[in-house]
C-alpha cells in the first residue's frame, strides 16, 4: 500500500506541477514547445537536484513515464485552456496538490537512502519548491518561494510533521498523508487569512534634525 501510495504521489505531482508550469507558460503566450519545456522543468527541477546532492541516479532518467505524463498535462491545457489559464485558483490548486506531493516523496527518498531526518527534512523542502523557482525564472517572474507567500516554509512544517509522527512510532502512510495535508491546509489558510512571513524590507531612514541657524 505504502509503495502504490509513493507512486501516485508522484504522478499526480508531476501532473500538477507540470500543469502550474504550462498554465503560467500559457499565460505568456509561449508556444507550445516552451510551455512542454516549463511545465518539464517545474515537475522534475526539485527532484533531479535532489537527486544530484543525495548522489542517487536521477529519478527521470529511470523511466519515460515523466516526459509522458508532462506531454498529457500539456494536452489538457490545450484542451482546456479557457478555464486552467484564465483562473488564478486552479494555478494555486495544482501548485499546492504538486508542492506536497513532492515534498512527501523527497522525504522518502531520502530516508530510503538511509539519510538522517534531518537531511530528509531539507531534501522535501528542495523537492517541493525548487521546480517552481525554476518555473518562475523561465517565464521571467520573481520565484515564489522567495517572497512573503507561504511556499517553501509550508513544506519545512509539512517534513516536521512528519518528522513528529516518525518519531511516535506512526505508519508510513500515516507520516506521508499528514505531510501532504499539513502542505496543503498551510496554503489554503494562507490564502484565506492572507498570511505571510514579514519582509526584510529596509527600515525607514530618520531625517537628520536641522540644525539652527543664528
Known sequence: MEETFLFLAEMVGTIACAISGIRLAAAKNFDW????????VTAIGGGTLRDVLLDAPVFWMQSWWYLAVTALSLATVIVFRNILVSRERIL?????????MFCVIGIQKS???DYPMWVATAMGVITGAFGGVLRDILINEE???????IYATACLVGALVYWVILELGGSGFAQQ??????????RVLALRYSLSLPTLAPL??????????K
Request: hydrophobic share 50%; charged share 20%.
Open 92 to 100: 494555486f490548486l495544482f501548485d499546492s496538490i504538486g508542492l506536497a
Open 204 to 213: 525607514p531612514r530618520q531625517r537628520e534634525p536641522r540644525k539652527k541657524t
Open 177 to 186: 498523508i499528514s505531510c501532504a495535508a499539513t502542505v496543503i491546509l498551510l
Open 143 to 149: 520565484p515564489m518561494v522567495f517572497r512573503k507567500d
Open 111 to 113: 530516508l530510503a537512502l
Open 33 to 40: 514547445f516552451g510551455a512542454y519545456i516549463v511545465g518539464l
